[in-house]
């Protein structure tokens, strides 16, 4: 390590991320063992020098820059979930953009007979349905209606903003959506059953949490809301021909309303009086609740914890039976924007069923994958470990990359001076005093010619 060290490593990078953290997480626990190493000490010192000079940032943001190396991802994964997340350090972050938009690769295991408030196994159970119909054929037919171009609603439980607020910020308030999530066109290139497991034979659970009376109300009207949207006028009219709702039983004896086939073209009928009544009252409904939720009001009089409870991911007990349902392990290609908890939602009532999802891996995204990822088996082992791997990460990106490396003054024949930190002694405190005179001078002028231009002495 003590050659790379004084040379500045970049760029883009993936790490293969646990379950139960937050893409967030991850890049505190990076930032955590970068600021700190002498792998990455050459661009913090360089970092120090820009943000010490920067005088159009106040000092707090100053001292921040300099302290920790610059970071970011390209694409929030999901606690629940784990896989790739694509990482940039340095100028690598200015590319984190251009992973927004690439396709992605999933493996999920889909549980049918059960749908939650969260489509998935960390949420509470909304909906019950008969699932001793389904079967291998009958979902490997389903899925061809899944691939190609489609549409999809994202689910309410997602980091989308409406009126400056998340979705699931509303959720977990109780509050109303101002207005309904729009569907989205995406275009899916792979969807096909990897594992198909029959019930009673997998380790899989439904949640053990019911939802209130009041929230499975609001979950079917939501999903009825979300269908229609999907469906255009056309299959509205069909839907209207034939708009009753069968009963089924579930395992346990109880009777349940069964739900019609929701695939692209379907959806749930829930008949002219729903709690919310015809489309054009919701409608109004949610325009009138909408000027009563916005972002200030939801947040107003809450407490710091109550606060960032509505970020934190709690993870409900799961059932201690033996789960009788049959759930499939699903591997899909799909474009930006493409929600898997949703397509799982999806799959099930278009097998005249329910579904949640009970995994999510991304395996895949761009161009990495999880067979190069750096993972915290590489952080846990020590610097000495993850340096070398990281090293060959970031200049394979680079060397892949050229258009986007730096072409900055790093790159220039001044030779790196070692960090302050490190030098130890007053030639340390000289090279942080001729920095600091600098900035004073360079402050000056900012005032002189900020003076000038407002026509003051």
């Not at 190396?69 to 690598?92: E, F, M, S």
């Not at 997602?158 to 995406?186: F, V």
């Not at 949640?207 to 509205?236: D, H, R, Y």
Request: proline letters at 3%; hydrophobic letters at 30%; a positive charge.
């Amino acid at each position: 390590m003590a050659e790379s060290a004084s040379k500045i490593l970049e760029g883009v990078f993936a790490i293969n991320k646990p379950l139960h953290l937050s893409s967030a997480q991850v890049l505190r626990d990076l930032q955590e063992h970068f600021r700190s190493s002498v792998f990455f000490a050459p661009l913090l010192h360089w970092q120090s020098k820009q943000a010490l000079q920067d005088v159009n940032k106040s000092r707090r943001k100053r001292r921040a820059a300099a302290e920790n190396i610059k970071i970011g991802h390209g694409g929030t994964l999901d606690p629940q979930a784990t896989g790739i997340l694509v990482v940039g350090v340095g100028k690598g972050t200015k590319q984190m953009n251009s992973f927004l938009g690439c396709s992605k690769t999933y493996e999920t295991t889909v549980l049918f007979g059960r749908s939650t408030d969260t489509y998935d196994v960390a949420g509470k159970v909304t909906a019950s349905a008969s699932h001793s119909h389904v079967t291998r054929a009958l979902v490997e037919e389903k899925l061809a209606s899944f691939r190609g171009k489609i549409k999809q609603v994202p689910p309410i439980y997602s980091a989308l903003k409406i009126n400056g607020m998340k979705a699931y910020e509303y959720a977990r308030t109780g509050k109303a959506l101002p207005r309904e999530l729009q569907s989205r066109d995406l275009e899916v290139e792979q969807c096909e059953i990897v594992e198909w497991l029959e019930g009673g034979t997998h380790e899989y659970r439904w949640p053990a949490t019911e939802a209130s009376e009041e929230l499975k109300q609001v979950a079917t009207t939501m999903m009825s809301a979300a269908q229609n949207e999907i469906q255009g006028p056309e299959s509205l009219q069909k839907r209207k021909r034939s708009d009753t709702m069968n009963e089924d039983e579930t395992d346990n004896g109880s009777i349940v309303k069964k739900q019609r086939t929701v695939s692209r073209g379907a959806t749930l009928d829930l008949g002219p009086k729903s709690m919310f009544g015809d489309a054009e009252s919701k409608r109004k409904s949610l325009i009138q609740e909408s000027s009563r939720t916005s972002y200030t009001l939801i947040h107003e009089g809450m407490t710091a914890d109550e606060k960032a409870k509505l970020h934190t991911h709690e993870l409900r007990p799961l059932s201690s039976e033996v789960c009788l349902a049959p759930a499939a392990r699903i591997r899909v290609t799909a474009s930006s924007g493409f929600y898997v908890r949703s397509f799982a939602h999806d799959l099930g009532m278009a097998c005249s069923s329910l579904a949640l999802m009970a995994t999510l891996f991304r395996s895949r995204q761009a161009e990495f994958d999880v067979k190069s990822a750096l993972t915290y088996q590489d952080l846990e082992n020590g610097e000495n470990v993850w340096g070398p791997k990281l090293q060959s990460m970031l200049e394979n990106w680079n060397a892949r990359h050229p258009e986007e490396s730096r072409t900055d003054r790093r790159d220039m024949s001044e030779n790196f001076r070692t960090p302050s930190w490190e030098q130890g002694g007053d030639q340390g405190q000289r090279a942080d005093t001729s920095m600091v005179k600098k900035n004073g001078a360079k402050r000056t002028s900012h005032r002189e010619r900020r003076n000038t231009s407002s026509g003051e002495d």
